[in-house]
């Protein structure tokens, strides 16, 4: 099997990079982890949870970075891991071969998938052929999507409608392998991880800041496209919502002052809305199982909500996740506070069944099937 680099910069791609990891560890499969590390707190506390030690770590988080700026330094620092990790792959050849793997739509990603490729080197893509085919919904992860889409040579897609995606691009059919989507195996690992093991002092925290008699909605918010007025927006429906007498709404706030200031200035003096600071991913996972309606515009949260049959209420005009739409498990809502305060009224009020329903993401084994497929390389 070809030498092997996984690169992942951020906390969701962390997540679902961590099966894949797990999975060569189990099947004693060489390889190498490289992090940019976009963000430093919340990736650190995943890499931790999934007891991942980063072979290489660029630690290119900086205060008010650009994309123009984190997209130079990635280029920058990523050629002397190539070097590096090249130089142990096969230090007496000339021959530069391996497979660099990267996930979804980040910064990260994309540039890294772009250097890979200027070195001649193999590209596999994890989590391909999401798309909405709005360039500037999600921005700029759309875009990133499909340049990654024409550099890779292998396309891990995590649903039929992301490989037929693909099909339709003209990627040939021997360069993709459906192998669902590996955040659903890494439900699965935490809840192993997880089981018979005290609740962590953050859970027995938000225990003691909840009313349990009361609903709770959970928000997070993070895209780029909804800074200013679509947070403003949003930030609007929640205060209608919170004159709710039963409900709480809690919000773990992202850290990007473009997120974090304006929301903490609008929200902050609500008794029932709770602004918190990220939480740790075991505590995510509680939040998501006890809260009744979820108001996100997360990608990650669209994937793991179903295994908790909470329905989702996307703040975002176009999703590249419809399977959770069309299962009913996810409903777009965009930033418009009047539909996002009347979808949400009506979920509190009659909430759906939807524990019965499958996950449209996955079974669980795509770490598996990836690194099947890798081993055929």
Known sequence: MKKLL????????????????????????????????????????????????PDYDLDLMRAGQTLNGLSASIFTGIDKVFDDWLRQAQPDSNTQFGVVLVHGDTTTASMIAQATFHRQIKV???????????????FPEEINR????????????????ASSNLL???IPVERIALTGNTVVDSLHWAAEKLAGKKLSQEIFGLKALLNNDNKLVLVTGHRRENFGEGLEEIGEALLKLSNRTDLEI??????????????????????NIHLVSPVAYPTMLWLMQRAVVIISDSGGVQEEAPAFGTPVLVTREYSERMEGVEAGFSVLVG????????EATRLLNNPPDLSNRQNPYGDGKAAERIVQFLKGL
């Open 168 to 170: 339709k691009e003209g």
């Open 146 to 161: 499909q340049l990654i889409s024409r550099i890779a040579d292998v396309h891990f897609t995590p649903t039929e409608k």
């Open 124 to 138: 596999g893509h994890v989590e391909a052929g999401l798309r909405t085919y709005n360039k500037t919904s999600p």
């Open 335 to 342: 930033t418009n506070r009047q539909k996002i305060v009347e």
């Open 250 to 271: 809690l919000y773990p706030v992202h850290l990007n002052p473009n997120v974090k200031d304006p929301v903490q200035k609008r929200l902050g003096n609500k008794p």
């Open 6 to 53: 996984l690169c992942f910069g951020t906390r969701p791609e962390a997540i679902k990079m961590a099966p894949v990891i797990h999975e060569l560890k189990k099947q004693e499969i060489a390889f190498k982890v490289c992090v940019t590390a976009q963000h430093r707190e919340m990736l650190d506390q995943v890499l931790d949870f999934f007891e991942i030690t």
